[in-house]
């Protein structure tokens, strides 16, 4: 009996679907263990929380870190997410020649409205095979952060939930304090 197994995609062919028109110009997929996965639409909230942390993160960036967001971020040949946002070392060309990989990543952020199983089971992995040092998923259905640190061939050895009234500052950039409250503050 013949064993059966999925065809997984390269970035390669993930290119080749998209400039031969097998993806539509603007579907909204990416690449995760060779799979090509069907993204949920951007909501308002989820949007506006990207907003929100692109301005957080930009405003201090000075020229430490640049930040990405809703860009490709190459971890293997069969993976390409395009994560909510990221800080990555500034790059001379700003990535113009190729996508960053995970060595570029000093802190990458998914946003969980719709998503959190997604991110949490099949990206949180993923991130951590890649050795993505940080990631954090701002989870907007509990109302707190989850920060993952010390990426291992599974996933991450270290989580932290934090809430409003507490603060948070990536591992690489300690001197940046965000508080929980301000990052997931709706407007009333």
Request: no cysteine.
């Amino acid at each position: 009996m013949a064993l059966l197994t999925p065809h997984r995609f390269t970035v390669e062919d993930y290119y080749r679907m998209a400039e031969t028109g097998v993806l539509a110009p603007d579907a909204r997929v990416e690449l995760l263990e060779g799979e090509v996965i069907d993204m949920e639409p951007i909501g308002p909230f989820h949007g506006g929380t990207v907003t929100r942390l692109n301005r957080l993160f930009s405003d201090p960036a000075g020229r430490r870190w640049t930040v990405a967001v809703q860009n490709p971020l190459r971890l293997s040949r069969h993976s390409e997410p395009q994560p909510d946002l990221m800080l990555l070392r500034p790059d001379p060309d700003d990535y113009m020649e190729s996508h960053p990989t995970a060595e570029d990543v000093f802190l990458l952020v998914e946003v969980a409205h719709t998503s959190l199983d997604y991110d949490r089971n099949r990206k949180l992995p993923a991130y951590g095979k890649a050795n993505v040092l940080e990631v954090w998923i701002v989870n907007l259905e509990e109302g707190l952060i989850e920060v993952y640190r010390e990426p291992h061939f599974v996933g991450y050895s270290s989580k932290t939930i934090l809430k409003p009234g507490e603060t948070v500052s990536p591992a690489a950039f300690p001197d940046l304090r965000i508080a929980i409250a301000d990052l997931l503050r709706r407007a009333r």
